[in-house]
């Protein structure tokens, strides 16, 4: 996706957040255990004024400036605007191609629209999804497929490399073709992820694994992030390998 677009997707996905309503904050959340819709709301406003302190932050400098937490009840919801609202503002002085800081060393500032957009479209979706209804709002599939490519660019390696405990002998080699089903998509939403002994090879292609993951791009997103079970998929081939493949990698 462009980067303005993905600024885009900040502000909409942000807006529906700080939307949400206050009785609802009590709320158990079934996809994040432990937390109540407010301890979510919570999370993304500082993970959005974290970010912000990266940004702000010099090239080659480690972040800084206040960490205060969000205040409790109905009052996060206003505050979590606020920690928007000083992201959008934050990503606006830069332009997408300035150096900046990062949890992964030195990026450009593009890398963390990108990251803010799939950090609160997926929040996002797990704050819908503690209401009684309706449903939660598919994430849009351009979004959602872009977010599957992160995923898989970086996520993916990075904990695959900080695992205590080598990679299961029977997962090296192990293959699983994630094929995103949307007919909008401007371009193929096709990968195969190969499992090696210190890590993963990612190829965008259609290619045939040990198990081939099929839907639409939310659900896709959903499924590796360990939102939605494997069955909201059209799972072909060995559905316990591709399973064991993504529990390898575990994020909140």
Partial sequence: MEHRELIAAIAAEGA??????????????PTCPDWRVEDLVGHVGRVHRWAARHLAAAPHEPERGSRGGPPAGAAVLPWYRESLDVLLAELDRHDPEEPVQSFVGPV?????????????????????AALPDPAP???AAPLAADGV?????????RFLARREEPIPAPLVGATVHLHGTD????????????VTADGAEIERAHA??????????????LAVWH?????RLDVVGDAARAQAVLDLVQVS
């Fill in 16 to 29: 529906r957040l700080a939307a949400l309503p206050a009785d609802a904050l009590d709320r158990p959340v």
């Fill in 108 to 128: 450009t500032a593009a890398f963390w629209a990108r990251r803010q957009a799939h950090e609160l479209a997926v929040h996002r979706w797990d704050a819908e």
């Fill in 137 to 139: 709002e598919p994430i």
């Fill in 149 to 157: 490519d992160e995923w898989l660019s970086l996520f993916v390696p």
């Fill in 183 to 194: 007919q909008d998509q401007a371009e193929p939403a096709e990968w195969l992820l190969r």
């Fill in 208 to 221: 045939k694994g040990d198990a081939a993951l099929r839907g639409p791009a939310s659900d896709l997103l």
């Fill in 227 to 231: 939102r939605v079970p494997l069955d």
